[in-house]
């Protein structure tokens, strides 16, 4: 039997409230911290977070902590759920207060906007080198979390024992997660199928049917893997859970925020109101922007990715970037 242990999450939005339920259903003991007082207020007093997971009782070892302050200091691991914009500001405000032996994960997405860099450089930044670090990624839906339906993830540390442990602690019999130790392949991953998502929600939005949709998650996943292994993934990662597995999720579902972008942009409406009427953080947008500049620092070739950002940034149309695509000289798949 396992031994409830105790772990932090900072953040309660669909995806850390959906991953503490995880954790209070397999034997762990976690506390989950909120920014949002309503949210906070929901959790409390219903046993479930009303505004982004609605419905889904909190296992009874969840306790809620509305001080910040207090989980950081009481909790040697941490679990940090938000999006990829803030997770700089976050580090540097848990930093002072962080137990001397802490161990930090995060189930944070996409590389910083200002700077390119992945989350784990910006921990190592923030934290220092020696500190036990973990990403938690994969094909994931918080919904589907949260209800218990079965799911595998993957679980990448900078030491392979912190990754067996975190991956045992989340694991029972309908949620298998897998180790590894390529932080830098699950991160990429992570954060360009968010702008493949929305290329793919833009084509089913316009009615290109089938092929056009396995077209691009195909080709997608060479300029995922293109640039992953530019910059130190391995191979091998993009072809599992963190990689292909996140990719084809999230194209082709419409839990998926990112393709409901692209299925919205393809019906006329703007990036502003269609992110309203999601009301929760589309994170392909700024990944977009991210994604450009890293394929242009390290000249990897990234043509759908490019596509994306240029509608979103740039002005160009729908059309402009559907010729782009299709007008591309004739060339060997490898």
């Known amino acids: 039997m396992k031994t409830a242990t105790e772990i932090g999450v900072i ?113 190592h930044e923030i934290l220092g080198l020696e500190i036990p670090l973990a990403v938690v990624s994969g094909p994931t839906f918080a919904t589907e979390v949260g209800l218990g339906l079965p799911t595998a993830m993957t679980v990448a540390a900078n030491n392979a024992d912190y990754a067996d442990e975190l991956a045992w602690r989340f694991s029972d019999q309908n949620f298998r997660a897998y180790t590894s130790t390529d932080m830098i392949g699950v991160e990429v991953g992570g954060a360009v199928k968010n702008v493949l998502a929305i290329a793919t929600g833009l084509a089913d939005g316009l009615g290109f049917g089938a092929n056009s949709r396995v077209a691009l998650i195909t080709r997608g996943l060479a300029e995922l893997t293109r640039l992953g292994v530019a910059l130190g993934g391995s191979t091998d990662t993009f072809m599992g859970l963190s990689g292909m597995g996140d990719l084809v999720l999230t194209c082709t579902d419409d839990q998926s925020r ?66 782009a695509l299709m007008q591309r000289e004739v060339k060997s798949e490898a």
Request: hydrophobic share 40%; proline share 5%.
């Open 11 to 123: 953040g309660a939005g669909s995806w850390g409230t959906a991953l503490t339920i995880q954790l209070g259903r397999a034997g762990q003991k976690p506390t989950l911290w909120g920014r949002e007082p309503e949210v906070i207020a929901s959790l409390n007093n219903e046993r479930c977070n009303s505004v982004f997971l609605p419905n889904i009782p909190l296992p009874d070892s969840v306790q809620i902590n509305a001080s910040l302050d207090e989980v950081i200091r009481t909790h040697r691991d941490l679990l940090i759920c938000v999006p990829s914009h803030v997770f700089r500001s976050l580090l540097e405000k848990i930093q002072p207060n962080m137990q001397n032996n802490a161990r930090i994960a995060w189930a944070t997405k996409g590389f910083e906007l200002s700077t390119g860099k992945l989350p784990h450089e910006v921990a």
């Open 258 to 323: 990112n393709r409901r972008m692209g299925l919205a942009l393809a019906k006329g409406k703007s990036v502003e109101e269609t992110a309203k009427e999601i009301g929760q953080v589309v994170e392909g947008v700024k990944a977009a922007a991210a994604v450009h500049t890293a394929a242009q620092k390290h000249n990897v070739e990234m043509p759908i990715c490019e596509q994306v950002y240029k509608l979103l940034y740039t002005g160009i149309t729908v059309q402009d970037a559907i010729e």
